[in-house]
């Protein structure tokens, strides 16, 4: 095992899981080639299986871990209707402000965070050059058209949330599913909102995935299931490797609040660019099932057949964001610490994603130590086994401790290597990840070994490394 000295903790920026991102292939500008468009990125290889990770664990713990709650996809295109029952196209709107001198536009309420088109070092309307209209409101939805003709086509919007989708088909679920309330229904799926100032990598993109449940309880129930909601959301991200010391649960105050809300209160975590939401939790009320009723006609309400009693229910609501989970899972995860050079003595710093085992994109990378005498051959058949029940990878480029540092910025948590021994006794080495201890492991039954200590119960070790 090689001694480890950790550095500060301090350690992540912003520029530095961006470069990691681009340089390993889980994230990068979307249309690069071209220029690039503002705050659009595209997930690689790594980029796309770590996301589906993120996602996979949320339905876990929807449906795998609970019975009360079943799963929904709805179109990404609806009746515009649905957007005037909600509220979205009279009042889904920030505060917009164009600058004469530079031609930038800028949200009116975040001035004092953005930076001026030609001074980066000031914030807009801060110098003498600086021009600002008014502020004006500006719809955030994206507008197009259904029909092969724009003048004939009927609007429709790019839905800015997924949840209403699942309201609309309160209806059609309560009737196949079964439930009765308390019951949620589930749903994953990219919603789009025309950003005035997106930013910060993913943290703020103008396309985006989210992860939102709407739970239908009794009117009554509604404040118990609200607190049950909040001490579940941020358990998740904990039992997940963030440290709690970077999570923080934050009510909003009264003049924050949606007007469907009686209470909100957001999930933060501390990234590089401070204390963000990650995901809200949101007492609705009876406002979405109740506008959707007045304006399509239909009845949206629950008959308990045992009391007689009809009412609406109450949603409680946790909204999150696939993207921004994802953004906080490599932030914590993100380390970087001095080792001796592995197969050489020296000191060097090794760069390391400490990901959640779950979530990690690669659980195993095989690795031949030379490319001759039979461990190719014999590698490939460890990663063949390996690969039939974890996302396994083969890996016989450069020198093993190069390779060994490509696993480690990927976040892959065991490497296994092939080596001469492997031919004689069958068996090879088991490099973990976090403590890079090595230990000799039979190669048969090495998959089920794999995935045993993937479902193990994991604790990030960057809680006993900091203080």
Same mark, same amino acid.
């Given at each position: 095992?090689?001694?480890?000295t950790?550095?500060?903790?301090d350690?992540?920026?912003?520029?530095?899981?961006?470069?990691?991102?681009?340089?390993?292939?889980?994230i990068?500008?979307s /249309?690069?080639?071209y220029?690039?468009?503002g705050?659009?990125?595209d997930?690689?290889?790594?980029?796309?299986?770590?996301?589906?990770?993120?996602?996979?664990?949320? @339905?876990?713990?929807?449906l795998?871990e609970?019975?009360?709650?079943?799963?929904?996809? /709805? %179109?990404?295109?609806?009746?515009?209707?649905?957007?005037?029952?909600?509220?979205?196209?009279?009042?889904f709107?920030?505060?917009?402000?164009?600058?004469?001198?530079?031609?930038?536009?800028?949200?009116?309420?975040?001035?004092?965070?953005?930076?001026?088109?030609?001074?980066p /070092?000031?914030?807009p309307?801060?110098?003498?050059?600086?021009?600002?209209?008014?502020?004006?409101?500006?719809?955030?939805?994206?507008?197009?058209t259904?029909g092969?003709?724009?003048?004939?086509?009927a609007?429709?919007?790019?839905?800015?949330?997924?949840a209403?989708?699942?309201?609309?088909?309160?209806?059609?679920?309560?009737?196949?599913?079964?439930?009765?309330?308390?019951?949620?229904?589930?749903?994953?799926?990219?919603?789009?909102?025309?950003?005035?100032?997106?930013?910060?990598?993913?943290?703020?993109?103008?396309?985006?995935?989210?992860?939102?449940?709407?739970?239908?309880?009794?009117?009554?129930?509604?404040?118990?299931?609200?607190?049950?909601?909040?001490?579940?959301?941020?358990?998740?991200?904990?039992?997940?490797?963030?440290?709690?010391?970077?999570?923080?649960?934050?009510?909003?105050?009264?003049?924050?609040l949606?007007?469907? /809300?009686?209470?909100?209160?957001?999930?933060?975590y501390?990234?590089?660019i401070g @204390?963000?939401?990650?995901?809200?939790?949101?007492?609705?009320?009876?406002?979405?099932?109740?506008?959707?009723?007045?304006?399509?006609?239909?009845?949206?309400?629950?008959?308990?057949?045992?009391?007689?009693?009809?009412?609406?229910?109450?949603?409680? *609501?946790?909204?999150?964001?696939?993207?921004?989970?994802?953004? %906080?899972?490599?932030?914590?995860?993100?380390?970087?610490?001095?080792?001796?050079?592995?197969? %050489?003595?020296?000191?060097?710093?090794?760069?390391?994603?400490?990901?959640?085992?779950?979530?990690?994109?690669?659980?195993?990378?095989?690795?031949?130590?030379?490319?001759?005498d039979?461990?190719p051959?014999l590698?490939? *058949?460890?990663?063949?086994?390996?690969?039939a029940t974890?996302?396994?990878?083969y890996?016989?480029?450069?020198?093993?401790?190069?390779?060994y540092?490509?696993?480690? *910025?990927?976040?892959?948590?065991?490497?296994l290597?092939?080596d001469?021994?492997?031919l004689?006794d069958?068996?090879?080495?088991?490099?973990?990840?976090?403590?890079?201890?090595?230990?000799?492991?039979?190669?048969?039954?090495?998959?089920e070994?794999?995935?045993?200590?993937?479902?193990?119960?994991?604790?990030?070790?960057?809680?006993?490394?900091?203080?």
């Open positions: 095992m090689a001694d480890a950790p550095t500060h903790e350690v992540v920026t912003m520029d530095k899981i961006v470069a990691l991102c681009k340089r390993r292939g889980f990068f500008p /249309s690069e080639i220029g690039g468009v705050s659009t990125y997930y690689g290889h790594y980029g796309v299986l770590l996301k589906n990770n993120v996602k996979g664990e949320w @339905w876990r713990a929807m795998q609970r019975d009360d709650i079943v799963a929904i996809d /709805s %179109a990404i295109l609806q009746h515009p209707k649905v957007w005037e029952a909600s509220g979205h196209l009279a009042g709107t920030d505060p917009l402000v164009d600058c004469r001198t530079c031609k930038q536009r800028f949200r009116a309420d975040h001035l004092a965070e953005l930076q001026c088109g030609r001074k /070092s000031r914030h309307g801060e110098t003498d050059e600086c021009d600002l209209t008014q502020a004006r409101d500006f719809n955030l939805m994206f507008e197009t259904i092969p003709v724009k003048e004939s086509g609007t429709a919007y790019l839905r800015p949330e997924t209403q989708g699942i309201f609309i088909n309160f209806k059609n679920v309560l009737q196949f599913s079964r439930k009765r309330p308390p019951f949620g229904i589930a749903q994953v799926g990219k919603s789009f909102r025309n950003e005035i100032t997106p930013g910060n990598f993913i943290f703020r993109t103008r396309e985006f995935e989210q992860m939102e449940m709407e739970y239908f309880v009794p009117p009554a129930e509604a404040p118990k299931w609200f607190e049950h909601w909040l001490a579940e959301r941020e358990r998740w991200y904990v039992d997940l490797g963030i440290r709690p010391g970077h999570l923080r649960l934050r009510a909003h105050e009264p003049e924050e949606s007007h469907y /809300s009686s209470r909100t209160s957001d999930v933060e501390l990234f590089p @204390w963000q939401e990650l995901e809200g939790i949101a007492n609705r009320g009876d406002f979405d099932l109740s506008q959707h009723a007045e304006h399509s006609g239909e009845k949206l309400e629950y008959f308990d057949q045992g009391s007689g009693e009809r009412y609406v229910p109450h949603v409680i *609501e946790p909204a999150a964001g696939a993207d921004r989970a994802t953004l %906080a899972f490599l932030v914590d995860a993100y380390d970087e610490e001095t080792v001796e050079r592995e197969g %050489a003595g020296a000191g060097e710093t090794r760069t390391v994603l400490r990901l959640h085992p779950r979530l990690a994109p690669v659980k195993a990378a095989v690795l031949p130590l030379v490319n001759k039979r461990q051959e590698a490939r *058949e460890v990663h063949d086994a390996l690969r974890v996302q396994s990878e890996d016989d480029g450069g020198a093993i401790g190069r390779r540092r490509r696993q480690d *910025e990927i976040g892959t948590p065991f490497c290597t092939i001469h021994q492997s004689q069958g068996t090879l080495t088991l490099r973990d990840r976090d403590s890079l201890a090595q230990e000799r492991q039979p190669i048969e039954g090495i998959a070994e794999i995935e045993r200590r993937v479902l193990a119960p994991w604790r990030t070790p960057k809680l006993s490394e900091r203080p």
